[in-house]
């Protein structure tokens, strides 16, 4: 049974930055995709990044982009989440993700980590 466990999140000031990690067990990760997610209270979960174990590649999307990077650690099997220019509209629960490469949806959660970024 895959487990997806995220560290790292907390208290952060306006303009400063945090970086979460992700550990995946009990599954084989080179044919998996995992990513990060976030979600505020009253708001909708969002897409904030993703890496393909296959081949090392990543993306992050425009709202984040310039500010949150995604990397990876093939023999630790975890992924990381950094974040940098922090601002209190950031501040969410943040989740990891997997998913395998050829399924539409991630269909493995971990438990998420609260960020909060004060003014």
């Known amino acids: 049974q895959v487990q997806l466990v995220e560290s790292g999140g907390g208290l952060v000031q306006d303009g400063g930055s945090l970086r979460l990690s992700c550990a995946a067990s009990g599954g084989t990760f080179s044919k998996y995709t995992m990513a990060w997610f976030r979600q505020a209270p009253g708001k909708e979960r969002e897409f904030v990044g993703a890496l393909a174990w296959s081949d090392g590649s990543t993306y992050v999307p425009h709202s984040v982009k310039g500010r949150f990077t995604i990397s990876g650690e093939n023999a630790k099997n975890t992924v990381y989440l950094q974040m940098n220019s922090l601002t209190p509209e950031d501040t969410a629960v943040y989740y990891c993700?997997?998913?395998?490469?050829?399924?539409?949806?991630?269909?493995?959660w971990g438990q998420g980590t609260q960020v909060t970024v004060s003014s």
């Open positions: 993700a997997a998913k395998f490469n050829d399924q539409l949806k991630y269909n493995y």
